[in-house]
């Protein structure tokens, strides 16, 4: 992300450009955001299919809001409550008409044991059970940072937060994280496991 786009033009004077109907700046925009905005709605929905639905419906609406967008205030952040307000929406949506899926274990490999293949399984299951029960903030810092790779700065110019703000919300996602699957694992080992 270093070099081209660190002299490319700000966020805001893209935004402005968009305003005024330049397309290229629309795209510039589209390609610095897309990996945070998918990151900002996977923190909210499990699946990989509504992840990008999502994202896409994100995108839509701040390029239908854009007109209202003000060019003096950072546009991360701006972009960040819309693609949270879009997964918010389709996580309630889901809620309601959430039905349980069918277990999608299809025969791994040969030589896998059925037993590895259900644990495993089980520990992902647990993992993203645990990521989801993080409160928002730490669980969309978590998402960007660890899961994402971006670093403390550049997911607190996202949220809107400062980066020793997002240090201390991976620091308490981590934790929790931590004695959620410590606690399932002591749990475990007295089941034959």
């Known amino acids: 992300m270093a070099g081209a786009e660190a ?7 893209l935004a402005r450009r968009v305003q005024s109907g330049d397309r290229e700046a629309l795209e510039q925009l ?15 929905l499990p699946d990989p299919t509504q992840v990008e639905d ?10 239908r809001a854009l007109h209202q967008y003000d060019p003096h205030r950072p546009f991360a952040p701006w972009l960040y409550q819309i693609a949270r307000n879009v997964a918010r929406n389709q996580s309630a949506a ?16 040969p ?10 399984a089980e520990i992902r299951a647990r993992v993203d059970h ?13 998402r960007l940072v660890d899961v994402d790779g971006m670093s403390a700065e550049e997911a607190g110019r996202i949220m809107g937060l400062s980066a020793g703000t997002i240090r201390a919300h991976l620091h308490n996602a981590r934790k929790q994280l931590r004695e ?3 606690e399932y694992a002591a749990g475990t080992k007295g ?3």
């Open 180 to 182: 959620a699957l410590t």
């Open 130 to 142: 645990q990521v989801a029960l993080l409160p928002e903030q730490r669980r969309t810092a978590f």
């Open 54 to 63: 999502a994202a896409q419906e994100a995108f839509l609406r701040a390029l």
């Open 30 to 44: 589209v390609r610095r955001y897309v990996r945070p905005v998918h990151a900002v709605v996977a923190s909210f």
């Open 7 to 13: 002299d490319a033009d700000s966020d805001e004077e």
């Open 94 to 109: 889901q809620a309601v008409r959430r039905t349980e899926p069918l277990p999608a274990d299809g025969p791994a490999s």
């Open 111 to 120: 030589q896998a044991a059925p037993d590895l293949d259900t644990e495993r």
């Open 191 to 193: 089941h034959g496991g």
